[in-house]
Nanobody, 119 residues
Framework: QVELVESGGGLVQAGGALRLSCAAS????????MGWYRQAPGKERELVAS???????KYKDSVKGRFTVSRDNDKNMVYLQMNSLTPEDTAVYYC?????????????WGQGTQVTVSS
């Protein structure tokens, strides 16, 4: 019902910046929260940042002050501005959305976009 497509990943040097974008399509009216997860080789997928439809933001501790998540509900877009990147930020970044359905939520995932930070 909801499709998420990420873009904006790439290769940058340490200290650089990238802006990730995620476009949602389909039943976008059902979406409440949106955000970004990442998964590095050999590590578990982890929440990086999330934002509610009302604009409440949450961040992984290690990215606070460097990353900013934002959202445009009218355009069904969510963004992740990543500044002061370090090699530890290297991972596949996945867009995520959840749609409340009564007592539980449906989770949607994008295909992922690679972010590589060189030292």
């Amino acid at each position: 019902q909801v499709e998420l497509v990420e873009s904006g990943g790439g290769l940058v040097q340490a200290g650089g910046a990238l802006r990730l974008s995620c476009a949602a399509s389909g039943s976008t009216y059902s979406i409440e929260g949106m955000g970004w997860y990442r998964q590095a080789p050999g590590k578990e997928r982890e929440l990086v940042a999330s934002i509610s439809r009302g604009g409440s933001e949450k961040y992984k501790d290690s990215v606070k002050g460097r990353f900013t998540v934002s959202r445009d509900n009218d355009k069904n877009m969510v963004y992740l501005q990543m500044n002061s990147l370090t090699p530890e930020d290297t991972a596949v970044y996945y867009c995520h959305a959840d749609s409340p359905l009564g007592y539980y939520s449906i989770d949607y995932w994008g295909q992922g976009t690679q972010v590589t930070v060189s030292s």
